[in-house]
């Protein structure tokens, strides 16, 4: 079956760096787009970045613009997610998604596997 499997998370202080990672396995063809998630507590999930798988054109939210880069190695079917310059607001679960549906990059809908999530605490 499809698993992806995250990993990176942890602590740390405001202004710090965090790089995560996403290996997905299982797959029968190449998705369409694989995108990162966050859920903080009491909140919605909300997208954070993405890529389409080829091509590699990437869709990032306005919160994490200029800060946040995601990054795909289609040989190895892993996605890196590259936070800089962290915030307290950052704080929450990070989810790696995959979907191979056509469709809008940033839309929740559509991601049909996702992983078990990962911490990201920044400290303030």
């Known amino acids: 079956q499809v698993q992806l499997v995250e990993s990176g998370g942890g602590l740390v202080q405001t202004g710090g760096s965090l790089r995560l990672s996403c290996a997905a396995s299982?797959?029968?063809?190449?998705?369409?787009?694989m995108a990162w998630f966050r859920q903080a507590p009491g909140k919605e999930r909300e997208f954070v970045v993405g890529?389409?798988?080829?091509?590699?054109?990437?869709t990032t939210a306005d919160s994490v613009r200029g800060r946040f880069t995601i990054s795909r190695d289609t040989a190895k079917n892993t996605v890196h997610l590259q936070m800089n310059r962290l915030k307290p607001e950052d704080t929450a679960v990070y989810f790696c998604?995959?979907?191979?549906?056509?469709?809008?990059?940033?839309?929740?809908?559509?991601?049909?596997?996702w992983g078990q999530g990962t911490q990201v605490t920044v400290s303030s």
């Open positions: 998604a995959a979907r191979q549906s056509i469709g809008r990059v940033s839309a929740r809908v559509g991601y049909a596997y």
């Open positions: 299982g797959l029968t063809s190449s998705p369409y787009a």
């Open positions: 890529t389409t798988w080829n091509g590699g054109s990437t």
